[in-house]
């Protein structure tokens, strides 16, 4: 589980983080799928095995158009892992 803070962004903003993980396993790693907590929140990846030791991003894209106040988010990703199911998580305040 991981945890990132925004900060504080004027609300329309558009905001992209780039989140970098390794493959630490012995067989490829496979996400299948992964999704936002909200429409607002959009997880891109690679859909293409990712070889052991080697690493990759997952962009997670936030649109703060209508969103005041203290947001906090979540990104599932699902994927051949133990758990299989993995959050990333992210706060940020809206002006």
Known sequence: KELYDFGEVKE????????????????????FMAFGSCGCTTPTFSREPLAPGASDTLDIGFNSEGRNGNQSKTVKVYANTEPAFNEFKFTVKVN
């Not at 329309?12 to 496979?30: M, R």
Request: proline share 5%; hydrophobic share 30%; charged share 15%.
């Open 12 to 31: 329309g903003t558009k905001l992209n983080k780039k989140v970098v993980y390794t493959n630490t396993g012995n067989n490829p790693l496979v996400i």
